[in-house]
C-alpha cells in the first residue's frame, strides 16, 4: 500500500485562505461543509479539517503527519512539534496576526500593572498568564469561548485578544495598551514524521510549493524593451538588489528585460523606466517565486 501523508487544514477562521492557498501552490482542496475529510487531487495525501487551537496536539500525538496552524497556538498547547516553515497569511491579510491586551475605554487601565487583582478573559489562558507573570502582575486569567470582545466591563476587566486590524476592538469600545504576542501560520510536523524518509520528502515538497506562492502574492513580473543604449539607464531605475534576466531581440540595436520586483513600487518604477527609456513594459502577476 503506497504511503499518504496525512494532513490537517485549519477549520475555521483559516479554512478559506488556507485553501486559496494550496490552490495558488498547486493542489486543489475540495472541503464539503458537512464533512471534516475534503479531497485533495493529490493521491499521495489525505486531508482533515482541524480547529487550529488543537491542530498541534494532535500533530505531535501522530493522528496528523503535519498541519497548518498558528504559532500562538503552538506556543499555548507547550507541546513538542517542528516548524518546518513559515507562511504569514490571516483571514482577512498576508500579515501577522497580534494577541492585544485591550481595555474599555475610558477605564483608567493603561498598562498592564494597573490591572493588578483584575480579571482577564482571553482564550490564550497559558500565554496569557506567562505574560502577566513576567511583569509579576497578579491577575485572574478566564477562558473565553468566544465574543471575548463584549465581556469587559460587565464580564472581564479587560481581554486578551487577537486581531488583524483592531477594528473589532474599536468597534467594541476597546482600546489596545500592550501586545502580548504575534503570531503567523506555521507548517508543523511530528518529530517521528519528519525522521520518515518519504513523509520528510513530501512535507518539504509542500513547504516548497506554499512558501513560493506566499512569496509571490506580494511581487509581479516586468518586462520591457529597452535600447542597448539606453539599457544602463533603465537598470539604474530597478532596485539594486533585483538582477534583471537580459535578452537580445531580432534587432540588435534593443534588448528585452525580465525582472521581479514588489508589488507596492511597481506604480513608482514603471513610469520612471519609461521616462528612462523603456518601451511594451508589461507587468504581469506570479504564481510562486522560489526562492
Known amino acids: 500500500m503506497a504511503e499518504k501523508l496525512r494532513l490537517g487544514i485549519p477549520k475555521g477562521s483559516l479554512q478559506d485562505a488556507t485553501i486559496a492557498l494550496f490552490k495558488r501552490a498547486g493542489w486543489n482542496i475540495y472541503a464539503d461543509g458537512r464533512s471534516y475529510f475534503p479531497s485533495i487531487d493529490d493521491k499521495e495525501i489525505e486531508c482533515m479539517l482541524i480547529r487550529a487551537q488543537e491542530m498541534a496536539r494532535y500533530v505531535e500525538h501522530g493522528v496528523l503527519d503535519a498541519g497548518l496552524t498558528g504559532i500562538d497556538w503552538v506556543v499555548e498547547s507547550g507541546l513538542d512539534v517542528e516548524s518546518v516553515t513559515t507562511l504569514t497569511y490571516a483571514k482577512q491579510s498576508r500579515r501577522k496576526v497580534r494577541w492585544v491586551l485591550a481595555v474599555p475605554e475610558g477605564s483608567g487601565f493603561e498598562k498592564a500593572e494597573d490591572l493588578e487583582g483584575k480579571i482577564i478573559a482571553t482564550e490564550l489562558v497559558e500565554t496569557s498568564k506567562r505574560y502577566f507573570a513576567s511583569k509579576g502582575v497578579n491577575v485572574k486569567v478566564e477562558f473565553s469561548w468566544g465574543a471575548t470582545e463584549v465581556k469587559p ?19 467594541n469600545h476597546l482600546k489596545i495598551i500592550d501586545t502580548v504576542m504575534e503570531s503567523e501560520t506555521h507548517l508543523i510536523a511530528s518529530k517521528a514524521t519528519l525522521a520518515n524518509v518519504w513523509k520528510k520528502q513530501k512535507i518539504d515538497q509542500l513547504a516548497t510549493m506554499l512558501r513560493g506562492a506566499i512569496d509571490a502574492q506580494s511581487q509581479v513580473g516586468l518586462m520591457l524593451n529597452v535600447k542597448r543604449v539606453d539599457l544602463d539607464a533603465v537598470l539604474a531605475v530597478l532596485p539594486a538588489l533585483n538582477s534583471p534576466t537580459i535578452s537580445q531581440l531580432s534587432n540588435s540595436e534593443w534588448v528585452a528585460v525580465n525582472t521581479i520586483l514588489d508589488e507596492g513600487i511597481a506604480r513608482d518604477v514603471i513610469p520612471r523606466l519609461k521616462a528612462a527609456g523603456g518601451a511594451g513594459i508589461v507587468e504581469y502577476p506570479l504564481n510562486k517565486v522560489v526562492l
Open 153 to 171: 466591563p460587565m464580564l472581564a476587566d479587560a481581554i486578551v485578544e487577537v486581531t488583524e486590524t483592531g477594528s473589532s476592538l474599536k468597534a
